[in-house]
């Protein structure tokens, strides 16, 4: 079992749709939790940083966060065709590593 | 502000050939890290350098070595280059921290290696 689980899409909606993308995890020891967005053939840019349960929202994004169920989410609000990108989870502890998921990719349709 | 920056774009090599890829941090950042990305996949860790130092590595083999300098650019070194080291390979840097372990990672645009 892979510590780090995406559903590798992809996942299409038309512009302007509330998009929902999920990360299961299975080390109770990870403590913080970014979401990245990558364009193909770029370096991933963070887009969220969360240090505890709950929810943080920025601008159209917000990410959840349930360490009971080992669970992370990342909304997008009123999406647009530039969302259109792989969106990594990537829990960490405190040994300063990241575990990425192999990425969710999003396509939102004009 | 310039952010993470990498050289080269784009690298050819042969198997058996050695590689020296390099990176600086975004401004006011003194730790990096480096992750080799395949294609289709997530990023995987290799190895964090903080004071010049290798604070934590991943679990890739003695090939992959690097250093960091006083001024925390770094560079990353692949040894006797296999085909499937094939990959992106990014940089990423974190700010000063008190906190244990859990620091942003800045990712720059990473460098692509072939090797044939």
């Known amino acids: ?110 | 502000d310039a952010g993470v920056t990498q050289s080269p774009t784009h690298l050819i090599k042969t198997r058996g050939q050695q590689v020296t890829l390099r990176c600086s941090p975004k401004s006011g950042h003194d730790t990096v890290s480096w992750y080799q990305q395949a294609l289709g996949q997530g990023p995987q860790f290799i190895f964090q350098y903080y004071e010049e130092e290798e604070r934590q590595r991943g679990n890739f083999p003695d090939r992959f070595s690097g250093h960091q300098f006083p001024n925390y650019s770094s560079e990353l070194n692949v040894n006797a280059l296999l085909l499937g080291d094939s990959a992106l390979y990014l940089c990423a840097s974190s700010p000063p921290s008190g906190r244990a372990g859990g620091d942003e990672q800045f990712f720059g645009p990473g460098t692509r290696l072939t090797v044939l």
């Open chain 1, 1 to 110: 079992q892979k510590e780090v689980e995406q559903d590798p899409g992809p996942l299409s909606v038309p512009e302007g749709a509330i998009v929902s993308l999920n990360c299961t995890y299975s080390n109770s020891a990870f403590q913080y939790f970014m979401w990245y967005r990558q364009y193909s053939r770029k370096g991933p840019e963070l887009l969220m940083y969360t240090y505890s349960s709950g929810n943080k929202e920025d601008g159209r994004f917000t990410a959840q966060v349930d360490k009971s169920s080992k669970y992370i989410s990342l909304f997008i609000r009123d999406s647009q065709p530039s969302d259109s990108a792989t969106y990594l989870c990537a829990p960490g502890d405190s040994s300063y590593k990241l575990i990425f998921g192999s990425g969710t990719r999003l396509l939102v349709r004009p």
